[in-house]
């Protein structure tokens, strides 16, 4: 007998197994209840009594050793096919990938924040509008080109019914919604009738400034202008006005910043100028606040216009203003704004 537990001692000392199916088959051979182990324990009683305590003793660690050894198998062997396939339970799980705000809505959000701390609220309008909130409200002389088919985009039932081809229509709403003093900002997208390129498209963006007020000067709106560029651009932002045209304003004044890429010193950006083109600005034309109700000797008040995909261009060094409206998840993932 005790030959016999030996020899069993060796065999299971000695087994190996590639697969759980073996050390599966290795179990029920040895431990199961028609296995070698249990007809050893059931010769028991064959054995005589004096060497019935070393057989007893010998068949018990037989059987600890045979189930050591399948337990000890399956661990290696799990642990093994775990690594195989990759799973590793102990690892921490995949973070959830954050997304990031569009190029876009970080600068107008930035815009809109720069604005906000001068007392201005936000104000929205529609995207479809009639002529006179796109134009006429506006003091655009009939014959305006800007009017003209080439810019405009017209629904062809009702040439009255167009896509609004700029921001300044809200201030038709807000003069005439409003109560005054009247501080609003208005950013919002715009559509022009333009071939699409690196440098126009047919849907963009633009955030308007108006402010209508008692004794409001053409003073504060250059302090505007000024503390804009500074917080936007950088404290060494300077500003430059240049004499311009806008039938809804009078004066009217298109703005430079110097370049932030050369300090002003002149580089490709710039095209060698050291100022970089803005916006468009002015005080409210007379004519537009009597067109809509308001009394030019006791009111006046400045307006003005910028292209958010021109400030964000800028801004980033990005060079086609398409890469705005593909939504490439390469280009969007590298705009994160501080604190989100
Ligand atoms: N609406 C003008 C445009 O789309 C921009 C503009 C210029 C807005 C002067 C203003 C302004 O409010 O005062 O080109």
């Given at each position: 007998m005790l030959d016999k537990i030996k020899n069993l001692l060796d065999e299971l000392n000695g087994f190996s197994a590639t697969t759980l199916e073996e050390i599966e088959q290795f179990r029920i051979?040895?431990?199961?209840?028609?296995?070698?182990?249990?007809?050893?324990?059931?010769?028991?009683?064959?054995?005589?009594?004096?060497?019935k305590k070393a057989v007893g003793q010998a068949l018990n660690e037989l059987k600890t050793v045979a189930m050591d050894k399948v337990n000890a198998l399956?661990?290696?062997?799990t642990g093994a096919e775990f690594g195989k396939s990759g799973l590793d339970l102990t690892l921490s799980g995949d973070p959830v990938?954050?997304?990031?705000?569009?190029?876009?809505?970080?600068?107008?959000?930035?815009?809109?924040?720069?604005?906000?701390?001068?007392?201005?609220t936000i104000s929205e309008g529609p995207e479809i509008e009639d002529d006179w909130h796109n134009f006429s409200a506006l003091n655009f002389p009939e014959e305006h080109p800007a009017r003209d088919m080439q810019?405009?985009?017209?629904?062809?039932?009702?040439?009255?019914?167009?896509?609004?081809?700029?921001?300044?229509?809200?201030?038709v709403h807000d003069l005439q919604e409003m109560e005054l003093p009247i501080r609003c900002l208005t950013p919002g997208r715009v559509f022009r009738n333009e071939a699409i390129s690196a440098r126009a498209h047919c849907i963009f963006h633009q955030i308007e400034a108006l402010y209508v007020d008692e004794k409001v000067s053409f003073a504060d709106l250059k302090q505007t202008l000024?503390?804009?560029?500074?917080?936007?651009?950088?404290?060494?932002?300077?500003?430059?006005?240049r004499p311009s045209y806008f039938p809804f304003t009078e004066p009217s004044a298109e703005v430079d910043v110097t370049c932030s890429l050369c300090g002003g010193k002149?580089?490709?950006?710039?095209k060698g100028t050291g100022w970089l083109e803005i916006l468009g600005c002015g005080m409210v034309d007379p004519n537009v606040l009597e067109l809509n109700g308001i009394d030019s000797k006791k009111y006046s008040g400045f307006a003005l216009g910028m292209g958010?995909?021109?400030?964000?261009?800028?801004?980033?060094?990005?060079?086609?203003?398409?890469?705005?409206?593909e939504?490439?998840?390469r280009f969007l993932e590298q705009f994160t704004a501080a604190g989100f």
């Open positions: 051979k040895h431990l199961s209840k028609k296995g070698s182990i249990a007809s050893l324990f059931a010769d028991f009683k064959t054995v005589p009594n004096e060497e399956k661990e290696s062997f990938k954050l997304g990031s705000r569009h190029p876009l809505s970080l600068v107008r959000n930035e815009i809109t924040e720069i604005f906000a701390r001068l007392g201005f810019d405009t985009f017209f629904i062809e039932k009702n040439p009255d019914v167009i896509l609004r081809t700029h921001t300044s229509s809200v201030q000024t503390y804009f560029a500074k917080e936007f651009f950088g404290e060494k932002t300077e500003i430059r006005l002149g580089c490709n950006v710039c958010i995909e021109r400030i964000t261009m800028l801004k980033y060094g990005i060079k086609d203003l398409r890469l705005f409206f939504n490439d998840i």
